[in-house]
């Protein structure tokens, strides 16, 4: 079975018929939040049950970059570089500083504790946007079982005043997120309670004002089987989401374009190599990586 189907022709040009996928370590809980540091030449990302960031370096293989990690989730790098971390166990958003130092970005509002921010985006203008769904505090397997205190929403946090602003509330969980190359967009996942398996699971899309404030949000697209946890950009707008047969291609209307099938339940994914035209892929228990004909958008 070939590692991708073409749904639609344009998808043939954006797979290369002899890169496979290939899994490139194993043994994780649950892998998630990839990110590339192509300055360091290696990948970052999170084992959430496993309570450690791991690093992947394409010459040199897998090691541990930190643990206990919080219960890190989602990650991003910011417009000096600096990575940027969700956590769960301390129910924060924190930035990795050059000499190793751990800065607490934001870890509530309205004197109330975030849920378990999931996942994050920095915009050009350094914005730094995240989601804050319950899953990290619902169970202790992700995270520390507690009380919610506040609703699932989308942050946006000012990193010159340390400000944060609620950037949407009306999610039944709101999860991976994205921008468009322009910027205009944003795609928003909105996944659901987690004890709810009826949940209404979409991408849900939303203008960007100037003033970083959504206009009104509409759905997008509905992964199936299984649903959008996290997505990416290519530079041409193209999304690539996480789906539970492995990794959805959808043009900027939301056409499903193609897939790459990956054997395990996909939690996100990120561009990486000196050219972002290798796709890392966090599935279940394993990380995964393929060659495309894409370049991916993500900064820096
Ligand atoms: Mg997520």
Redesign the pocket.
């Known amino acids: 079975m070939p590692d991708f189907e073409i749904i639609e022709p344009q998808f043939r040009s954006f797979v290369l018929k002899n890169a496979p996928l290939k899994r490139l370590a194993t043994g994780f809980d649950w892998a998630?939040?990839p990110v590339w540091f192509g300055d360091a030449g290696c990948l970052l990302f999170s084992d959430i049950p496993g309570n450690r960031i791991m690093r992947w370096i394409p010459e040199a293989g897998l090691s541990v970059y930190r643990q206990p990690s919080n219960y890190a989730?989602?990650h991003t790098r910011d417009l000096q570089g600096r990575l940027i971390s969700c956590e769960h166990g301390t129910r924060r958003v924190t930035r990795t500083e050059a000499d190793g130092a751990i800065t607490v970005l934001a870890d509530g509002i309205e004197g109330k504790r975030f849920n378990s921010p999931?996942?994050v985006v920095v915009k050009s203008d350094g914005t730094i946007w995240f989601t804050d769904p319950h899953y990290g505090i619902r169970s202790n397997y992700e995270g520390y079982k507690a009380e919610q205190e506040l609703p699932c929403r989308v942050y946006r946090i000012d990193p010159d005043t340390g400000g944060v602003a609620v950037v949407a509330e009306d999610f039944d969980c709101p999860?991976?997120l994205a921008f468009s190359p322009d910027e205009s967009r944003i795609y928003i996942a909105e996944s659901g309670h987690a004890f709810d398996v009826k949940a209404d699971k979409r991408i849900r899309v939303f203008d960007v004002d100037a003033d970083n404030t959504l206009g009104t949000g509409r759905d997008f697209h509905k992964v199936a089987p299984g649903h959008c946890?996290?997505m990416r950009c290519d530079i041409k707008g193209n999304i690539w989401t996480s789906a539970a047969d492995g990794v959805h291609c959808l043009n900027p209307e939301g056409v499903l374009l193609g897939k790459i099938f990956v054997p395990e339940t996909v939690?996100?994914l990120c561009f990486g190599g000196r050219a972002k035209h290798i796709l890392y892929i966090t599935a279940t228990t394993s990380l995964y990586a393929i060659v495309l004909n894409r370049e991916g958008a993500q900064m820096p």
């Open positions: 998630e939040g989730n989602g999931n996942d999860n991976g946890d996290g939690s996100n």
